[in-house]
């Protein structure tokens, strides 16, 4: 006869009732991302949320959902932590915004081997600081202890956004036409794409000397965005991630449209000069894997361009710079050789 196991849930590796602790903890500070037609719901079985609330007249939902990808392996190397969250965040807004909505609320899910109070508390500060600054609600979560699917410090996280846009201000790409102009807003860095290509450039004491530029939080574009568009007309925009600027303008542009961007038509930071140069690739390669600088497109008219680079500027200090046109032609991107500024 087989000796019995006296083995709980808990010994097995999944501490159920610490996971909850830590939630009920962090309620205060969760409660600081409440917005209009948030509910009290963290912790139910599901996040309630009020539309009506809100105001919008015939509204359109938008929902999102991404992850950070290998920007984590440089919080585990440098041990730094509290910012990973915010890039979550903007992740999945960012792309929302593309349509013109307004980011309503946001649900994460953590996922680990073992659960580590510090890690965990780190990257919730970072989820609420994104949410805040993305004006939308931290409605609910997932965290799930998962032993041997994770080594020890090894953690995921996904995120997901869910805005709304009045059905006649929906962005689209459809009004976009010959003569109008691509303005790109600066990203931050790296953002979030292209560190699996880093992380092979660079060595663990190399990583942890660049965490600084490494770890720099992706840009959440939201009240840049509402501002701007409130007062110019934006007739496409691109959040500019995996894929570069090949890969992501191409969504937002109606068939017999052709996007021609001018290398060296705004500045690139120093981190994608030098991650080029050690890893001795062209530049088709970097514009595919990293954002070289441009975190956002707008296309517009020349006149909404100024308009919107003016209130980036004075209200934001964010940099922009026309990067190039729309031609007839087919839909893709043509960036005209040259060094990049």
Known sequence: MKKKLKITYKKAGVDISKADRLI?????????TRVRGSMDSVGGFGGFFDLAATGEKDPLLVASTDGVGTKLKIAEITGKHDTIGIDLVAMCVNDVL???????????????GKLESRIWKD?????????????????????????????????????????????????????????????????????????SLARKVFNKNE???????????????????MHVSGKADIKGAANITGGGLYENIPRVLPKGMKAVIRS?????????????????????????????GI??????????????????????????????????????????KGECG
């Open 24 to 32: 009920k903890g962090m309620s205060s500070l969760i409660d600081t």
């Open 98 to 112: 593309c349509c013109g909505a307004r980011p309503l609320f946001f649900l994460d899910y953590f996922a680990c």
């Open 295 to 336: 975190g956002m497109v707008f296309v517009c008219s020349e006149k909404d361009a100024k308009i919107s680079q003016k209130v980036l500027r004075e209200k934001f200090k964010l940099n922009s710079w026309v990067i190039g046109e729309i031609v007839k032609g087919e839909r893709a991107v043509e960036i005209l």
């Open 264 to 292: 060296g038509s705004w500045n690139v930071p120093a981190v994608f000069r030098e991650i080029g140069e050690r890893a001795d690739i062209g530049e088709r390669e970097m514009h595919t894997t990293f954002n070289m």
């Open 123 to 195: 990257v919730l500060k970072g989820i609420v600081a994104g949410c805040r600054d993305a004006g939308c609600a931290l409605l609910g979560g997932e965290t799930a202890e998962m032993p041997g699917m994770y080594k020890k410090g090894e953690y995921d996280l996904a995120g997901f956004a869910v805005g709304a846009v009045p059905r006649k201000k929906v962005i689209n790409g459809k009004k976009i036409r010959p003569g109008d102009v691509l303005l790109g807003v600066a990203s931050s860095g790296l953002h979030s794409n292209g560190y």
């Open 207 to 225: 990583i942890k000397r660049r965490k600084r530029v490494l770890l720099r939080p992706t840009t959440i574009y939201v009240r840049p965005f």
